[in-house]
């Protein structure tokens, strides 16, 4: 079981990017998955959440409005699209996926199971 994320890179602010977490070696379908974060120097912390299966996303209070997650067609693919970015977005960005299905516990990293390898995404001021 693997999550790859990808789609980091250099932006200035107000810049958009668009990452990727592809998960292989089964079907993700009915898993919850998230994204976190962590900035140098600083805690890892939960950006948003998504189920296909509960039809339900949730985000951070920093990021709502600038950043939409999304599940591709083969739902074994989700998506981070990030707008408006500012500085403070700045941080090596993870995907994760858990079958926990307590939407209140989607925040907390140690409740999910698998990791993708990280992307780094920095904004430039």
């Known amino acids: 079981v693997q999550l790859q994320a990808s789609g980091g890179g250099l932006v200035q602010t107000g810049g958009s990017l668009r990452l990727s977490c592809a998960a292989s070696g089964r079907t993700f379908s009915s898993y919850i998955m998230g994204w976190f974060r962590q900035a140098p120097g600083k805690e890892r912390e939960f950006v948003g959440a998504?189920?296909?299966?509960?039809?339900?996303?949730y985000y951070v209070d920093s990021v709502k409005g600038r950043f939409t997650i999304s599940r591709g067609g083969a739902k074994n693919t989700v998506y981070l699209q990030m707008n408006s970015l500012k500085p403070e977005d700045t941080a090596v960005y993870f995907c994760a996926a858990t079958k926990m299905a307590d939407s209140s516990r989607w925040y907390l990293g140690e409740q999910y199971d698998y990791w993708g390898q990280g992307t780094l995404v920095t904004v430039s001021s």
């Open positions: 998504t189920s296909w299966s509960f039809g339900s996303t």
